[in-house]
Structure formats: structure tokens, C-alpha cells
């Protein structure tokens, strides 16, 4: 969940990192076999494993903070013109002079304020 929250607030390798374990946990805690019981003991009853629903939300918001940690590297290997361009401009003028570089989709998006 921390993995999703971190993308969106632009700290794309904590989230990064996140993600990764999250998925890595997640199909782990699938793939786990049940523990040994006493073979002393009666068996309880099998209702399932209790940590398949922990397993597949990780799972799930794992993927969607690694989809969207991709999302934002392409964003930024696509339009890197504008972000350079942003970067490198020393006036407000200049800065908003560069939303030329992105399509007429993004500007509202990504583009600088007026």
C-alpha cells in the first residue's frame, strides 16, 4: 500500500523498491506450504489459508505501484525534451514557453501553470 502512495507523490524509487517486495511477499506467502502440525494433536479444521487475502491486495497494489513507477519513467524518456527544457530555463516566461514541446492532451496535465 506504502509502494502505491509513494508513486503518486513522486518518489518513484522508494516506490519502486516497495512494489518489488510487495509482489516478491505476496506470491511468496502463496506459495507457502502449512506448516507441520504434532501428529499427536487432532487436526483442525482446513478453511483455507488465511493469508491468501493479505497475499493477493499485496499483490494487487504491488503491480499498481510498479505500473505506475513504469508509467512515470516512460513519461519522462518520451517528453525528456520538455523536462529538460523546464530544467534548464531561468524564467517563468521561458519555463511556460516549453509547453509547446508536449501534445495538446498533456498540457493541462503536465504542463506549467499560467
Known sequence: MWAFFFGLFS???VALLLGA????WGISALRAKPAAKDPDSPAPEQKGRP???AAVSGLVTGSLALALV???FA??????DYYTC???A???DA???CDNLLPDQLRGLLGTSD
Open 11 to 13: 518518489w518513484p524509487y
Open 21 to 24: 517486495l510487495a509482489l516478491y
Open 51 to 53: 493469508q491468501t487475502t
Open 70 to 72: 513504469a508509467a512515470s
Open 75 to 80: 513519461a519522462q524518456l518520451v517528453y525528456s
Open 86 to 88: 523546464t530544467q534548464d
Open 90 to 92: 531561468l524564467t517563468q
Open 95 to 97: 519555463r511556460q514557453a
